[in-house]
């Protein structure tokens, strides 16, 4: 059985560490970055199920990495975090192909519910590994 392949691209280093650890242990296989040419980067040398980009990032921000994502996989899922609540940031994000937006703050516990959706909708097998 395989764990599902977390990206986590947060430059907040306390939040990301937070995640990070709280996804390791729900049963997932979490690749952090801070910055949006990392999270490319790491994009590009990993294989992974499912994306959760900040949307404001140093470097490159999470709506152009996104784009930067679906011009090479147009299935993988993306779930943007962001302090942007704005209809016109999240009509962005779900034009530019993202599948969810969860806006800080948010419980980890929510964020946990909806990776389990969009794996569960992108790869039934992935389901059953994460825990609640």
């Known amino acids: 059985m395989t764990l599902p392949r977390l990206l986590l691209v947060e430059d907040d280093p306390n939040l990301g560490e937070i995640l990070a650890e709280f996804l390791t242990v729900k049963g997932n296989e979490v690749t952090r970055a801070t910055d949006g ?7 590009k040398n990993g294989k992974f ?5 900040d949307v404001m990032l140093p470097k490159k921000d ?6 930067d994502i679906r011009k090479v996989d147009q299935q993988i899922p ?18 530019l192909g993202g599948d969810d937006y969860l806006t800080k ?20 097998a992935n389901a059953t590994t994460v825990t609640s």
Request: glycine share 8%; charged share 25%.
């Open 37 to 43: 040419e990392a999270g490319l980067q790491a994009w």
């Open 62 to 67: 999470g709506f152009d990495l996104a784009r």
């Open 78 to 95: 993306i779930l943007f975090l962001t302090a942007k609540n704005m209809l016109e940031a999240k009509a962005e994000g779900f034009g």
């Open 49 to 53: 199920d499912l994306c959760i980009l």
């Open 105 to 124: 703050p948010f419980s980890v516990e929510e964020l946990l519910l909806r990776i389990k959706a969009l794996l569960r909708r992108s790869s039934p």
